[in-house]
């Protein structure tokens, strides 16, 4: 049986090893318990903390500005509250608190805080705000040539699921209406976002990209809407992106990592056009676009419930997939091209192409990063290749062979003659068949229309040989 002692010592572990800080007041206000995480968090040592009186450690807090000693009065849990103060260092610090009472048998006996530091965080949020305030503020001399922006013509493909969403985003452009675009990570969605906007009667005005799941859901709150001075400790007058942005478009990319009371209030956003900076009372009307995009199929979202329905259909109005590089193989060649054109301007080479084999390879390869993978690769290859005029085989990463060399090793087993175990020709055709058709819905998660495109087939035909084979 594990006794009192054991248990405590197995807590105490615990609570010295986690990253958050920890602090436990009694009923009386007394400390009782106070992790290594909070005491280098508040810049104290914990000898000067256990067993004293809180007000006495930490004389210039009373019983409204202490989260700990609040909710011990009041016995209402604090969740997740921004808090901005100076350490014992003086040093500024941005955390996000948690407090709780604590009860035994039906009676409050003290309270516990657990602090996040989010102070790294919490700067580059503020340098990003203003950053997208330089950017955004309108001067006679600024040309969008000043930062980086990309067109349609940015986008390369041929492939017809590439060629479909191209379409589809160049429509989008002709409109305000919002759209969600969903593509595996790496695929190029901010490129079509920007594409969108760009080609739009918005271009003139600011586009502003936001990473849902860049900062805690308190911080992009603000981030979003504003903030206003007093609203929390630290707080500023601040407008968010979605006045910087007014009159141009907004994109929420992973939409899918925003919280659900966040959602709740873009939804209000963009159902009555006007935000409310956080703290304020003042309702301020914005005219913004909104594009975002999600690296989880839409369906999924839903059927997870990770995306508010309400939301998911407000912004679901134009919808756009972005073809993985797997789906679309035969582009693989003209983004190759692209890329090595690209990276010889900027690295100041004069690389022509790569080698057959190494192009092979290319196909072969599954590409779970995408172009973004691609890109990465051929611009590794020209930083390290010793030839002046094509990239080889070893200037790339094993890995991107591995199967390739894979699929000859099977080649070579189907094609192998052996006249004690002979087999037919039709059954070594009806073999590779089977397994081809086999992997080409696995890669398109059982749609037969993509299958069919990927082994250069009609439909109907695929159709008919998964009967012929009884593969269902």
């Known amino acids: 049986m594990v006794t009192k002692n054991v248990l405590m010592t197995i807590l105490h572990k615990i609570l010295e090893s986690i990253d958050e800080g920890v602090h436990v007041i009694d009923r009386n206000g007394f400390t009782i318990l106070y992790n290594k995480s909070m005491a280098e968090l508040e810049g104290m040592s914990i000898e000067e903390v256990m067993g004293q009186k809180f007000l006495n450690v930490f004389p210039d807090m009373d019983a409204e500005s202490s989260t700990l000693l609040k909710v011990l009065k009041t016995e209402k849990p604090i969740l997740n509250q921004s808090q901005v103060y100076l350490n014992k260092q003086k040093k500024e610090i941005t955390t996000i608190n948690s407090t709780i009472p604590l009860y035994f048998d039906e009676e409050i006996i003290g309270a516990v805080e657990i602090a996040r530091n989010i102070t790294k965080i919490k700067e580059l949020s503020d ?18 040539n000043q930062i980086t922006y990309y067109t349609f013509e940015n986008l390369k493909g041929d492939s017809p699921s590439f060629l479909k969403a191209l379409r589809m ?52 709150e603000g981030i979003l809407f504003g903030t206003t001075k007093g609203s929390f400790t630290g707080a500023i007058d601040r407008p968010g992106i979605f006045e910087q942005a007014n009159g141009g478009t907004i994109l929420l990319d992973e939409i899918n990592s925003m919280g659900k ?38 369906e999924d979202l839903l059927l997870h419930n990770v995306i508010r329905k309400d939301l998911f259909y407000r912004l679901n109005v134009i919808n756009i ?15 190759t091209e692209y890329f090595i054109k690209k990276h010889n301007k900027a690295l100041g080479k ?9 192009m092979d390879a290319f196909c072969q390869y599954s590409w779970p990063g995408n172009i973004r993978e691609l ?38 087993n189907y094609l192998h003659f052996d006249m004690e175990t002979p087999l037919q020709l039709n059954d ?38 998964i009967k012929k084979f009884k593969m269902k």
């Open 261 to 298: 009371d966040l959602q709740a209030k873009l939804l209000r956003v963009l159902q009555e056009g006007y935000v409310r900076r956080v703290g304020g009372l003042k309702d301020i009307p914005v005219d913004v676009r909104i594009i975002a995009t999600t690296n989880e199929a839409p």
């Open 428 to 465: 070594l055709v009806e073999k590779i068949e089977v397994t081809y058709i086999k992997k080409a819905l696995a890669a398109a998660n059982g749609n037969i229309s993509q299958a069919a495109s990927h082994l250069g087939i009609k439909r109907q035909t695929l159709q008919h040989k």
């Open 169 to 220: 985003a160049k429509k989008a452009a002709k409109s305000s209406s919002s759209v969600l675009i969903f593509g595996e990570t790496g695929t190029g969605k901010e490129l079509f976002v920007q594409g969108i906007h760009y080609a739009s009667q918005r271009r003139e005005n600011p586009f502003i990209a936001q990473n849902c799941a860049a900062f805690p859901e308190s911080l992009l």
């Open 350 to 358: 004069r690389i022509q192409g790569i080698e057959n084999e190494c």
């Open 375 to 412: 890109e990465n690769a051929i611009e590794g290859a020209m930083n390290l290749t010793l030839s002046e005029t094509e990239l080889e085989k070893d200037d790339f990463p094993e890995y991107i062979f591995r199967e390739a060399e894979k699929k000859f090793a099977q080649e070579q």
């Open 127 to 144: 340098e990003i705000m203003r950053l997208q305030q330089s950017l955004t503020k309108p001067t006679s001399t600024k040309k969008k």
């Open 321 to 335: 997939v972005i073809p993985p590089l797997r789906e679309r193989k035969d582009d693989i060649e003209v983004l």
